[in-house]
């Protein structure tokens, strides 16, 4: 499966909490990318938490990051503050989009990690399926016993319409659930459990901070 950075997508915010939004509430995030800068290296956390990120070849307006599909990324540094815990977690983002991926192709939106990490992972990513464009929450975590719990859960919801959509993901300790907009969860149990993400990687919005861009990769405003 490929997997490249956003393509024909603007990123309006983004967010990593410690706690599960509730409707009405004010939201204690850990980390809150407004993604309002104009011609700037900085991605400011807006917490005041100190997860700035830096960025590499996207373009703001002050509504949003466009990026290129190739090699546009946020980066931010790993923090105790980005990584999940063994408690409940959350992590999010505002996006728009007009084109779905190819079959088997993925579009890489916000991750912390990789696959077969030792310390677990997380991402949201955006993949094909039967032609449309659905968000994915991955929730790649180690259980107290040292063992992996893996989960993903996907959305229900075609995004590449042009409309402005948030994607929350959402991880308890016996499940993941993904929510688009205000439509309900749609909730998967996890009968093993899930543990905690304490990885030292990066966090990456766009491309993976360690992403090799693929030659000829065209990219579009999302």
Not at 26 to 52: C, K, M, P, R
Not at 93 to 120: C, F, H, I, N
Not at 173 to 185: E, F, G, K, R
């Amino acid at each position: 499966m490929l997997a490249r950075s956003l393509t024909v997508l603007i990123a309006v915010m983004a967010f990593v909490s410690l706690t599960v939004p509730h409707a009405g509430a004010a939201q204690a995030y850990s980390a809150h990318w407004t993604l309002d800068e104009i011609g700037s290296s900085t991605a400011y956390d807006a917490t005041g938490n100190g997860n700035d990120g830096t960025n590499a070849n996207v373009v703001g307006d002050g509504d949003g990051y466009t990026f290129n599909g190739v090699d546009s990324r946020v980066v931010v540094p790993s923090a105790a503050s980005l990584n999940s815990g063994s408690g409940d977690f959350s992590y999010g983002v505002t996006l728009t989009m007009t084109q779905a991926p190819a079959t088997r192709e993925t579009y890489e939106v916000l991750s912390k990690g990789l696959a077969g990490d030792k310390a677990g992972n997380y991402k949201i990513e955006i993949t094909s399926s039967s032609g449309k464009a659905k968000a994915r929450c991955v929730f790649n975590s180690i259980l107290p016993s040292g063992k992996r719990s893996n989960s993903a859960q996907l959305g229900s919801t075609s995004l590449a319409d042009g409309r402005v959509h948030t994607i929350t993901c959402t991880k308890t300790s016996t499940s993941i659930s993904i929510q688009i907009d205000a439509l309900p969860a749609t909730t998967k149990a996890i009968a093993a459990g899930l543990g905690s993400v304490s990885n030292a990687s990066a966090l990456g919005l766009g491309a993976r901070p360690s992403r090799t861009p693929h030659p000829g990769t065209t990219g579009s405003r999302a």
